[in-house]
Structure formats: structure tokens, C-alpha cells
């Protein structure tokens, strides 16, 4: 049976599900998602990622500053939509919208909840060392990521796997998921099952401090730092009062004392093994590949990096 569907996205990791349930028998009613905003050094307005999909789609897409007023309330009341989907929309869902879909507000988390509810889970997965992640398929509820959960789908993590290569593995995930449990709402055979908040964690926002590399730790969990927060908002050190953000990077087998150069290479000791810097940008500079890096950025063995 077709669902009349709101769908509520922002980020390019909501749009392969919109554009799955565009392919489906399902009917899109309209899309909210964040209003445009600057971007880059450039501060040119842009739309989001799901906007933009939308109107080259001819859906009719709403981006208002404030979700929680009558005007929205009364636009999705008037739809009488059957679900809506909410995927890293960015806004809090009013309490008194949750009654406006007959089969209630459906949301896609990345993760496999009640492990890492909250904003970052992607980052937080890869930067805890976790052997495998996935997505959730849940029912919103008045507090955060606490509603019960449909379905869930599995995928493993490796010690390169950074952030940006996951979020999309988990969008095409999410989204083949997604609409498996919309088809399971309309024929009338979904079961939801209520999390075990006893076990629950919590990925709290990242913030731009978090990317700084302390190097009297181990290797492996350097290493997650910069897989973990690559792109956003990236690990980095300071070096001579300059700032350098490491793109990518591989466990090395010397050994030193924490925050020495190991060679002329890049490779840095840790508290346990070290890191070898494949991919750097210096602060004002283009992202280079190490080789490249060092040939205008001398940084001899046995300096110190902090």
C-alpha cells in the first residue's frame, strides 16, 4: 500500500533515502529541510543537500527558520501525511507535531541504538574503536533517540574506515532499511521494540577543541581521532606555532617518546607504537600528500610536535 509521506533532511546523507522513496510507489507530500546558509570562506548563501535534490526533483521543498509554529504545524496537519521521515534534519520535532502522521514520525539513526543516541554517532562509533556500527530505524519520541526501534542493519568497522566513507555506507544502508520498514508499516506487519536505556551512550556534538592530538596515547586511538573527525572538524597539532590538519594517516611500527619525529618522514612516537602523516594540510594551505608536503616543510627527526 502507497504512503503519503513528509520527509524531514538536511545533509547529504538523507538524500539517497529521499531519492529511494522518489523511485517507490510511495507519494512525497513535501520536504523540509535547513534553511540555506553560508558556506565556505566564500559566505555565499547555498542550499542544503536535500534542497537542492528536491527542487531538481520538483518537490515541494520548505525551509523555514522556526519549525515550531502554527504556519508548519497547520501546512503538515492539512497534508494528513501517513509517516513522516526525519533523517539528520537538524531541528528538534515539536512535541505536539508527533501526533500529526497517523503512523507517527520515523526516524534514521546512524547507529545501533540505544548505543551512541545523539548528534555525532558516526564520529563517535570510529573514534571509540568499535568493531561494528549500523543504522536504527525508530519511532521519534519526546526525548532524544529514546523511542523504540523497528529495524536495525549491521556493518563492520576497520581501523581505516574514516567518517565521510561511513556516513555513506550508512546512508545507502539507512536508506534500502528505511524503505524495508515503510513497506512493513503499510502491510501492516511492523514491530517496534522498545530500546534498553539501561546500556544506553551518548555521542555528544564534536567540537573543534576534541580535534587536538595528544600524542602520550596509543597509536590506535590517535589514528581513530583522525579517521573519526575526517572532514569535520578534522585532528590536527601544532608544530612552530603553526596548526596542521591531518587528513590521513597509518599506524607505524617505530617507537620514541611521545610527540618526537621518528624520522624525516612524518612518522610520530605515541605512548605505544606511532603514526605515520600520509595527508596534511598546513592552517591557510591546500591539503598535500606527505611526499609533497615535505618538500617546502622540513621537519627533521627528533623534533618535537604538540
Same mark, same amino acid.
Given at each position: 500500500?502507497?504512503?503519503?509521506?513528509?520527509?524531514?533532511?538536511?545533509?547529504?546523507?538523507?538524500?539517497?533515502?529521499?531519492?529511494?522513496?522518489?523511485?517507490?510507489?510511495?507519494?512525497?507530500?513535501?520536504?523540509?529541510?535547513?534553511?540555506?546558509?553560508?558556506?565556505?570562506?566564500?559566505?555565499?548563501?547555498?542550499?542544503?543537500?536535500?534542497?537542492?535534490?528536491?527542487?531538481?526533483?520538483?518537490?515541494?521543498?520548505?525551509?523555514?527558520?522556526?519549525?515550531?509554529?502554527?504556519?508548519?504545524?497547520?501546512?503538515?496537519?492539512?497534508?494528513?501525511?501517513?509517516?513522516?521521515?526525519?533523517?539528520?534534519?537538524?531541528?528538534?520535532?515539536?512535541?505536539?507535531?508527533?501526533?500529526?502522521?497517523?503512523?507517527?514520525?520515523?526516524?534514521?539513526?546512524?547507529?545501533?541504538?540505544?548505543?551512541?543516541?545523539?548528534?555525532?554517532?558516526?564520529?563517535?562509533?570510529?573514534?571509540?574503536?568499535?568493531?561494528?556500527?549500523?543504522?536504527?530505524?525508530?519511532?521519534?519520541?519526546?526525548?532524544?533517540?529514546?523511542?523504540?526501534?523497528?529495524?536495525? /542493519?549491521?556493518?563492520? +568497522?576497520?581501523? &581505516?574506515? $574514516? @567518517? =565521510?566513507?561511513?556516513?555513506?555506507?550508512?546512508?545507502? #544502508?539507512?536508506?534500502?532499511?528505511?524503505?524495508?520498514?515503510?513497506?512493513?508499516?503499510?502491510?501492516?506487519?511492523?514491530?517496534?521494540?522498545?530500546?534498553?536505556?539501561?546500556?544506553?551512550?551518548?555521542?555528544?556534538?564534536?567540537?573543534? /577543541?576534541?580535534?587536538? +592530538?595528544?600524542? &602520550?596515547? $596509543? @597509536? =590506535?586511538?590517535?589514528?581513530?581521532?583522525?579517521?573519526? #573527525?575526517?572532514?569535520?572538524?578534522?585532528?590536527?597539532?601544532?608544530?612552530?606555532?603553526?596548526?596542521?590538519?591531518?587528513?590521513?594517516?597509518?599506524?607505524?611500527?617505530?617507537?620514541?617518546?611521545?610527540?618526537?619525529?621518528?624520522?624525516?618522514?612524518?612518522?610520530?612516537?605515541?605512548?605505544?607504537?606511532?603514526? =605515520?602523516?600520509?595527508?596534511?594540510?598546513?592552517?591557510?594551505?591546500?591539503?598535500?600528500?606527505?611526499?609533497?608536503?615535505?618538500?617546502?616543510?622540513?621537519?627533521?627527526?627528533?623534533?618535537?610536535?604538540?
Amino acid at each position: 500500500m502507497s504512503q503519503k509521506i513528509v520527509f524531514m533532511g538536511t545533509p547529504e546523507f538523507a538524500v539517497p533515502t529521499l531519492e529511494l522513496l522518489l523511485k517507490s510507489n510511495h507519494k512525497i507530500l513535501a520536504v523540509y529541510s535547513q534553511p540555506p546558509s553560508k558556506a565556505n570562506r566564500g559566505q555565499k548563501i547555498k542550499p542544503s543537500d536535500v534542497e537542492s535534490f528536491s527542487k531538481k526533483n520538483s518537490l515541494n521543498v520548505r525551509t523555514p527558520l522556526k519549525l515550531d509554529s502554527d504556519e508548519e504545524y497547520n501546512f503538515i496537519k492539512n497534508l494528513n501525511p501517513d509517516i513522516v521521515i526525519v533523517i539528520a534534519y537538524g531541528k528538534i520535532i515539536p512535541k505536539k507535531f508527533l501526533n500529526l502522521a497517523k503512523q507517527g514520525f520515523i526516524n534514521v539513526h546512524a547507529s545501533l541504538l540505544p548505543k551512541w543516541r545523539g548528534a555525532a554517532p558516526i564520529q563517535r562509533s570510529i573514534m571509540n574503536l568499535d568493531n561494528e556500527t549500523g543504522v536504527s530505524i525508530m519511532k521519534i519520541t519526546e526525548d532524544l533517540d529514546t523511542g523504540p526501534v523497528m529495524l536495525q /542493519a549491521k556493518i563492520s +568497522i576497520n581501523q &581505516n574506515t $574514516d @567518517a =565521510k566513507i561511513l556516513a555513506k555506507v550508512l546512508s545507502q #544502508l539507512g536508506a534500502k532499511t528505511l524503505l524495508d520498514s515503510i513497506n512493513k508499516i503499510a502491510d501492516g506487519t511492523a514491530k517496534f521494540e522498545e530500546q534498553d536505556h539501561s546500556v544506553a551512550t551518548y555521542a555528544k556534538k564534536i567540537s573543534k /577543541a576534541e580535534g587536538k +592530538i595528544h600524542w &602520550n596515547i $596509543d @597509536a =590506535k586511538k590517535i589514528l581513530a581521532k583522525i579517521n573519526g #573527525l575526517n572532514p569535520n572538524p578534522g585532528a590536527w597539532f601544532e608544530y612552530k606555532k603553526e596548526r596542521f590538519k591531518v587528513w590521513k594517516a597509518e599506524i607505524a611500527n617505530g617507537k620514541g617518546k611521545p610527540g618526537k619525529t621518528l624520522d624525516d618522514k612524518l612518522t610520530i612516537a605515541c605512548n605505544e607504537g606511532s603514526i =605515520k602523516i600520509l595527508e596534511i594540510q598546513k592552517e591557510g594551505k591546500s591539503r598535500q600528500e606527505i611526499d609533497q608536503f615535505l618538500l617546502g616543510n622540513k621537519i627533521k627527526h627528533g623534533e618535537n610536535i604538540v
